[in-house]
């Protein structure tokens, strides 16, 4: 069941280096949201915070509230790892568990969670997930081989059936094309359209015609130097960040005046 996101004043540190600061917005559920900007702004960093993943590094934290569906993730008592797996991850490069097989790998969150199931509870899991990611066509003769048997983009939508088995509210993607070939891009860009039907999906981007073409809202960062905190500075539809925008930075930016 797809969430809400809402952040509300988030400062995010690593020890005591403020890296990103301020973050107010609030991201509907089933939609697709872009985080752009130039490198080091703390697109990646806020990202992390979404899932608690942020904190799992010495000396990092976050201050402020992060709710989903009205309910803070960082309140005193919440399990960052219940979070975890209501908060799914896709990273930048394509990480399948090497050795295990497709099937295996469709199914790592249950066995990690403990849960018990039958092989025709299984069976079920593993074909809608592969259905759900656009994979099942080309891999149902071999379940039974390794995931890394695969190509980069198929790899990357095994990760993405993986994080779907466990029937998540909310999808992040780090940049989940970046070590992809154009065709498998725009496999993973179909697959992100679909997905919105069913969660709520934020991608970190540095194509801005990825953002362009995926996102129904789109959030500019920026930094104003080394060492000063990354700022969220508009956020609005991606047909108004794009063509119209309120801001000179994102302008410039969206313009490649810098970046
Ligand atoms: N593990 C870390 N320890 C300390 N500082 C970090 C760490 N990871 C990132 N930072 C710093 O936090 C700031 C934000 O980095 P982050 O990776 O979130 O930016 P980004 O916008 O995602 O950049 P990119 O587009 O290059 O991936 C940067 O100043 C970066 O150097």
Known sequence: ??????????????????????VNISIAPRSVTAFIGPSGCGKTTFLRTINRMHEVLPGARAEGRLLMDGEDIYAPGVDPVTVRTQVGMVFQRPNPFPTMSIRDNILAGHKLNGKRMSKSEADGIVEKSLRGSNLWNEVKD??????????????????????IAVEPNVILMDEPCSALDPISTLAIEDLINELKDEYTVIIVTHNMQQAARVADKTAFFNIAGTGKPGKLIEYDE??????????KQTEDYVSGRFG
């Open 238 to 247: 991606t047909s108004v960040i794009f063509n119209n925008p309120g801001n």
């Open 1 to 22: 069941m797809s969430k809400s996101i809402e952040a509300i004043d988030l400062n995010v540190y690593y020890g005591s280096f403020l890296a990103v600061e301020g």
């Open 142 to 163: 071999r379940l039974d081989k390794p995931g890394s048997g695969l190509s980069g983009g198929q790899q990357q939508r095994l990760c993405i059936a993986r994080s």
